[in-house]
Nanobody
Framework: QVQLVESGGGLVQPGGSLRLSCAASGSIISINTRGWYRQAPGKERELVAAITRGGSTNYADSVKGRFTISRDNAKNTVYLQMNSLKPEDTAVYYC???????????????WGQGTQVTVSS
């Protein structure tokens, strides 16, 4: 059974930093594009950043220059380094994988359970 497990969320003051991690577990062979999305109360879920298996990245305009996505394919883990955090970054952050190949088949459009990030003084 495949799982995406996020960690690293929490409460931070404006201007602070957090690093989110998302580890994929199970008998995984490969994972295609991985991403981080977020959803604030009363708002739709939005893409924050994504990274292909080859390392190409894209970011939402609102986080460019502040957030960095990276991945370790050997560990099946994706990271989101968040710097210069603002109150408007407050949301539940979700890890996503668009295509996972594992020993028993494959999964499409796979999500983690989410981790809360709160930016407040």
């Amino acid at each position: 059974q495949v799982q995406l497990v996020e960690s690293g969320g929490g409460l931070v003051q404006p201007g602070g930093s957090l690093r989110l991690s998302c580890a994929a577990s199970g008998s995984i062979i490969s994972i295609n594009t991985r991403g981080w999305y977020r959803q604030a109360p009363g708002k739709e879920r939005e893409l924050v950043a994504a990274i292909t298996r080859g390392g190409s990245t894209n970011y939402a305009d609102s986080v460019k220059g502040r957030f960095t996505i990276s991945r370790d394919n050997a560990k099946n883990t994706v990271y989101l380094q968040m710097n210069s955090l603002k109150p408007e970054d407050t949301a539940v952050y979700y890890c996503h994988a668009d295509f996972i190949v594992h020993t028993q088949g494959y999964e499409r459009d796979y999500w983690g359970q989410g981790t809360q990030v709160t930016v407040s003084s």
